[in-house]
């Protein structure tokens, strides 16, 4: 097979620095355009100082034309802007967004979630999901999911699907602050973060909320309520996802539904029992440390996932669903052990 | 009033010396004797570095006899230790128990969580529980709550003494890592815990979760199941509680419940609408931040809870409640301002 | 003594906020006008959620109207805005800029590193220098040191005024994140600052240096060179400076001078023999820890010290300063004890 | 060319963990034998939940026997442990020490750190200094360098050796806690450590200095002291060394004589003017960062230098040398580029 050219759109960022990161890695591509917004015109060094091997490279602006003439492009930017540039980048391209335009299947809840015009959706890029990876496979347009739903979805898709527990989920999530991106704002600068616990978005008001019901329904075949709580907490990178729902029964076969639903995903791992996850153990990986146990007392599926929200929860996925589309194996280039300690 | 003479039992671990640094700073107390275990013999400068005007001091055996001729007696020891002792301090004696001996009033309860004999319990040391604080005025024992049962209690116990929720609740709590105590264990080594967030206890086995249910019950007036997944994060200190239950209703009047029930309290702050709170607002203060809204779409009543572990999940409380019991106003010597950034 | 009345212009930054933390604690003072630049009209809890007690005050423009008819103002505010505006304070008020502006006695100097006019000197508030604390008595203007300065300074100048070492020092100062205060700045986010150490102003280009040289050579009695490199680290607050200089004999009666240069000093503790000063003893403190040692091998006097930048390094001293000031004890109102762990 | 089969000695720990963290990406090595001390027995899994691969593999006894049969054995070992051990290896095996035992070259200097009988030294495994790659050509025996003379070794010997500088070097380098082991004690504990600052082995007794002044001499040409100064700060990998010395003339031609240094060094990265080294941009990759420059008013030329501690610090370097050792391209997966953020 020949090297496929690839183009980060948003690489000045810290999902395009964590594509750019893996893809250096992947045996099978070579790193093409490289643009920005506001970056554009400055070496790539000044926005990611750890991508030695790419610090002169010059930061274009992220327009059809610079993106042009590659096999695959990365979006990495604000919503609402990937549906135009993907019109215009030809339908050979694999495109692979990872933000949020192309998640939901619902219109209205595009609209009631984000507001404007629906930009239709693509494949969802959470492989693991029952039926997502024939989906994904020589696909020319890839959905990436949200940090947050990929870590619920995967916590808790496989006790819906397999009828373990009542459609109404309570998930607290707690994040490093890379996911809220490299925004100039207050509450982000380290003096605030550092030392300090807040939650955000509370109430189901997060705009990830959406995307874990349509999964997590999807997967119960029913509707799915989802009572979601995102904590920030002071880390660079990481979602533990503590995810709950009320037994269907006794909870009997717990254990066996999780170790089936994962027995051949490479990168998803059930730990072993009275283990728990911790995120340093994921971090740099493309991988979800899961456990799972039974409350008998309060009557509830409890569920533990662990990721990198920036490399399973982004930008590794992208490279896995790439990987899919182009008919590679799916574990190319990409790592299975965290940077611990 | 006369000064009081206050001994500490346990001064060289984390809850010691966070009861030493509010009683330096207390106008009606000296500092007696102090005491600890394996570091008996020690100066106390070497355990609590920040504690200066007491660097000299040198550590005794915790006995009956080195605690003996004090007014106030604290005592931060290992659980199982506090009943044999304090009936050898004299009923006159104000014993005030950080440890978990005396919180549980049902012996059932103890047995099955902590095992051994049930040393019967002591007046609770949470005031803004519903008829709590009378039972503190001028008692000679004191148990001070654990410091996840005090988030998890103060931010769900309205809701459920007002019939705004059904009695199945779900708690995540995320803390820093002092919680845990000065215990030289791998896990809770800095290169450990910095970079990661982990869940343990996972399942409603963490023994908070007995206190969570006896408060929440004698709110609600009936029995109430506490799914409870506390999770460690990479700060010193602060405990941020999520917390919801199904509405009973539709939740109207929830933010006038919360207003009604602490808007006497001193430590207790209901945050303007849309305002989150944040553990490091609550550094070294004896306060407690809460928010409350309704997830409408999951019908579910969300409150999150902020508190130092140490200060009013601990030691802040445990002087709040020597306040009570010596006939002092409340608030004396209590820090209403966190420190930060 | 009647109650003082105080305003503090540039309340919403973080010298702002220490300043508010620390005098809600004075018993001595009232809190009056609030003043801050952009953030004017807003509510002072949107900026500082831990000053409970104030979280409803709104900020007012920062302008001599505002401030007028204060006992004290204390100014917070980014460099060369200070001398206009005390010029219309009138002599009476006591003016206290922990700003630059008055740090500086040579306006050549002020030239070369601020630019611009120099607005002239004001008494320099490290009462521990020699002969400072007689200048701060009763004076209507303070300078308050630089945060760098201060620990740079009460760790060097005892052994440059004995003549123990020769005047060409090094001085390495690690410090938490808030000394940048809050600016929105990316590499301030807590994505980038967690987990990365980081020098910055290297090679004797950060504006700190003139203050310690004119401090340094002050105490030497001839010109001293000062080699300073700063380093940013992962804490919100805390500075650790590393200092040494050649000995100029043996070394011998090191520690000696030491103590007696500050035996009386309320604030300063030199550390017993072979314990290392750490910043988390002395945050939220006004205190300052050191250390002391000769190393043979390299024939350099070594000295380490401790302080929290945002007190003793800026507020702290402001209020040490404003006590001094008033005439009131200079303890009044400050904390000797850190917030640990 | 054949599979490599390497053995590691001290797995559970935090240099075994990284050097299997970097040996499982090598495309020519397989890994055997994994051994330990007190852990022997137990699954790697949990001393190491990062290296998923690797969970089930059951530690062995740290013996000749469990260690003999492989090409390359790694000895992560407490000092003192290795020359026994590689003893009974065979002349034909590659072991490469990454403790103590053979890095210093001077039976008195190790008597004088260490005490005992010195073990003789072994090729220096800092291929970057003047002569030292041809030594680890083919060689059988690699002392890997200590973390804290690798970072002072790369920022001064460039300088030493063109004599831009008087030989005597100050060095305050500031380390994440994984450079301390796995230690269970006290102050190394999480709450201890983060929001903490603080320094240790004060005054030139840390033993990595007789190790970083035979390094300087060696590129000088004559002795050289140094005043080293290690700090300890809150992230669990990096250090950021500052170092300095006093010019031998006006430092002209700095800048150029690093850039000579540095032109063919795959790891070394002298970074633009302007930019400055962080830890961050090295995090789990074998590079060292570093910038230069010339202190005009205190006559120093300035270097600071960025490295991984367990990487290019430890692990890496023990790759590298293996590399070397067994005649591989030096930088055969190796990774040049950090995880940030």
Redesign the interface.
């Known amino acids: 097979m020949q090297v496929m050219r690839i183009a980060v759109a948003g690489a000045s960022g ?1 999902a395009g ?1 964590e594509l750019l ?1 893996l893809l ?2 992947h045996p099978e591509v070579e790193i093409g355009g490289l643009t920005a917004g506001g970056s554009a015109g400055t070496p790539l ?2 926005h ?6 790419l ?1 002169e490279r010059v930061l274009e602006e992220t327009t059809p034309e610079t993106l042009a003439g590659h096999d695959v492009v990365f979006l990495a930017l604000p919503h609402g802007r990937s549906a135009e540039l993907a019109a215009q980048l030809g339908d050979d391209t694999v495109v692979i967004d990872c933000g949020a335009d192309h998640r939901l299947t619902d219109a209205a809840a595009w609209d009631r979630w984000y507001g404007g015009e629906h930009a239709g959706s693509w494949p969802y890029g959470l492989p693991e999901l029952p039926g997502a990876r024939d989906a994904l496979r020589g696909t020319r347009r890839v959905a990436v999911p949200g940090c947050y739903p990929t870590a619920a979805s995967l916590a808790l898709f496989p006790a819906l699907a397999a009828g373990l527990v009542t459609p ?1 989920v ?1 998930v ?1 999530a ?1 994040s ?3 996911g ?1 991106g ?5 509450h ?13 978005g ?3 008001v997060h705009r990830h ?1 959406p995307e874990m019901v349509q999964n997590l329904s999807a997967a119960a075949g029913r509707p799915v ?3 979601f ?1 995102p ?1 920030l ?8 996802a ?1 995810c ?1 729902a ?1 037994l269907a029964g006794d909870g009997a076969g717990a254990r066996e539904t999780y170790e089936k639903a994962y027995a051949d995903e490479p990168f998803v ?1 059930l ?2 029992e009275g ?11 493309n ?1 979800a ?1 899961l ?1 799972v ?8 599926l ?1 569920v ?1 996932a ?1 990721i990198d929200n920036l490399t399973k929860g982004t930008a590794g996925a992208a490279v896995q669903c790439m990987n899919l589309a182009l008919g590679l194996p799916e574990t190319t280039g990409l ?7």
Chains 1, 2, 3, 4 share one sequence.
């Open positions: 810290y620095g990161r250096l890695a060094g000044v990611q100082p750890h991508l030695l091997p610090a109404d309570v607290t707690v490093g602050t890379s809220a490299k925004s100039l704002k207050p982000l600068l380290g003096a605030e973060v550092m030392g300090s616990l807040s939650a955000y509370v109430g189901g909320t309520t989802v009572s709580t904590v907490a002071p880390l660079p990178r990481g979602i533990l503590t709950s009320p791992f730990l072993p283990t728990w996850p911790t995120t340093a153990a994921t971090l740099g990986a991988t440390q456990q146990t039974v409350d008998a007392d309060a009557q509830r409890v533990v662990a790592p299975l052990t965290g940077v611990a300690p």
